[in-house]
């Protein structure tokens, strides 16, 4: 069987012309003259967390892969475009020159395929990657020529961070909110506090990862509020740190094409993981289960089973494996 070998990209690099080569050379010199230094390479492009655990997996599985090569002859036969519309342009070229055997993109170029002048339903792509399978049935809705090229893959998170820490204070509870609906927010956390609970407030967009980690490790339970997700990182952060989540899922219905899909909040949520609901009596009756010590999970194992960096990888390198 022959080695597989990927590369991965998220961003335009300087081309392999010799303006390209000319502007790699230019830019740290001007950097100099100025007497500035160079500002470093940003680590991971595209969608951070998506990035993140993909490379990150693939070293622990000992891949051999490289990420955004600057020059042509660097790229490898299996090719990802994580990110990127004027990348996977180039690429597209390369696959149809034939120097690329199988191409993937996704899942963070469109939020639409009809986006771009429909660029995801390229004959060129093997696999059009979404993270779930309501998106991957809004896609398919909007463009039904993607129903035999598209996939589902997910990424991981990094368990050896996202761990417990310790016994959590049993009074504390996250209320993560990821809606404009400010009057929302304050009426669930007031149930949660009615429940004899503490409220840490997680306000998406607003917090970086040691605050949430911290948060998690205090926290007996997360009750999320979000309308829908095509994943929910977020949630296997906290599932990954022992915690279960107990999410509003008001299954909000779109049209594409006029097709009714049905969206989710929570596509990965699991009766391991936590519970889902969708009017406030519901969640009432949760936490009373939860102060009655009714309730039992195990979000940690399920993510170490499933959510691991190096279980997403793995999941991609089949996915590619498995494409002739």
Same mark, same amino acid.
């Given at each position: 069987?022959?080695?597989?070998?990927?590369?991965?990209?998220?961003?335009?690099?300087?081309?392999?012309?010799?303006?390209?080569?000319?502007?790699?050379?230019?830019?740290?010199?001007?950097?100099?003259?100025?007497?500035?230094?160079?500002?470093?390479?940003?680590?991971?492009?595209?969608?951070?967390?998506?990035?993140?655990?993909?490379?990150?997996?693939?070293?622990?599985?000992?891949?051999?892969?490289?990420?955004?090569?600057?020059?042509?002859?660097?790229?490898?036969?299996?090719?990802?475009?994580?990110?990127?519309?004027?990348?996977?342009?180039?690429?597209?070229?390369?696959?149809?020159?034939?120097?690329?055997?199988?191409?993937?993109?996704?899942?963070?170029?469109?939020?639409?395929?009809?986006?771009?002048?429909?660029?995801?339903?390229?004959?060129?792509?093997?696999?059009?990657?979404?993270?779930?399978?309501?998106?991957?049935?809004?896609?398919?809705?909007?463009?039904?020529?993607?129903?035999?090229?598209?996939?589902?893959?997910?990424?991981?998170?990094?368990?050896?961070?996202?761990?417990?820490?310790?016994?959590?204070?049993?009074?504390?509870?996250?209320?993560?909110?990821?809606?404009?609906?400010?009057?929302?927010?304050?009426?669930?956390?007031?149930?949660?506090?009615?429940?004899?609970?503490?409220?840490?407030?997680?306000?998406?967009?607003?917090?970086?990862?040691?605050?949430?980690?911290?948060?998690?490790?205090?926290?007996?339970?997360?009750?999320?509020?979000?309308?829908?997700?095509?994943?929910?990182?977020?949630?296997?952060?906290?599932?990954?740190?022992?915690?279960?989540?107990?999410?509003?899922?008001?299954?909000?219905?779109?049209?594409?094409?006029?097709?009714?899909?049905?969206?989710?909040?929570?596509?990965? $949520?699991?009766?391991?993981?936590?519970?889902?609901?969708?009017?406030?009596?519901? $969640?009432?009756?949760?936490?009373?289960?939860?102060?009655?010590?009714?309730?039992?999970?195990?979000?940690?194992?399920?993510?170490?089973? $499933?959510?691991?960096?190096?279980?997403?990888?793995?999941?991609?390198?089949?996915?590619?494996?498995?494409?002739?």
């Amino acid at each position: 069987m022959k080695p597989f070998a990927l590369t991965i990209f998220t961003e335009p690099i300087y081309a392999e012309d010799f303006i390209g080569r000319a502007k790699s050379f230019v830019r740290p010199l001007k950097y100099f003259l100025q007497g500035r230094e160079l500002p470093g390479k940003k680590k991971f492009g595209g969608h951070y967390a998506v990035t993140r655990s993909l490379i990150e997996g693939l070293n622990k599985i000992n891949a051999d892969f490289n990420y955004n090569p600057s020059y042509e002859k660097d790229i490898r036969e299996n090719v990802i475009v994580l990110a990127g519309v004027e990348r996977l342009k180039k690429i597209i070229r390369l696959k149809n020159k034939g120097k690329i055997r199988r191409l993937f993109a996704g899942p963070n170029i469109c939020e639409s395929p009809n986006e771009e002048d429909g660029i995801l339903a390229d004959q060129a792509i093997d696999v059009c990657i979404v993270n779930s399978q309501w998106t991957r049935e809004a896609f398919i809705a909007e463009r039904n020529e993607l129903k035999e090229r598209i996939g589902i893959w997910y990424a991981g998170v990094a368990t050896d961070y996202w761990k417990p820490q310790g016994p959590a204070r049993s009074r504390d509870a996250i209320v993560y909110c990821k809606t404009n609906d400010t009057a929302f927010c304050k009426e669930v956390e007031d149930i949660v506090r009615d429940s004899s609970y503490n409220v840490i407030r997680i306000q998406y967009g607003n917090y970086n990862i040691e605050e949430y980690k911290d948060a998690l490790s205090r926290s007996s339970f997360a009750v999320f509020l979000s309308k829908s997700e095509s994943q929910g990182i977020a949630l296997t952060e906290a599932w990954s740190m022992n915690v279960p989540t107990y999410v509003w899922d008001p299954r909000e219905v779109i049209y594409k094409n006029g097709i009714a899909v049905e969206t989710t909040s929570c596509p990965y $949520l699991t009766k391991e993981t936590g519970l889902r609901w969708k009017e406030t009596a519901e $969640l009432k009756n949760i936490l009373a289960q939860t102060n009655e010590n009714s309730l039992s999970f195990e979000p940690r194992k399920q993510v170490m089973d $499933l959510f691991s960096d190096e279980q997403s990888a793995r999941n991609l390198v089949n996915m590619f494996v498995s494409v002739n």
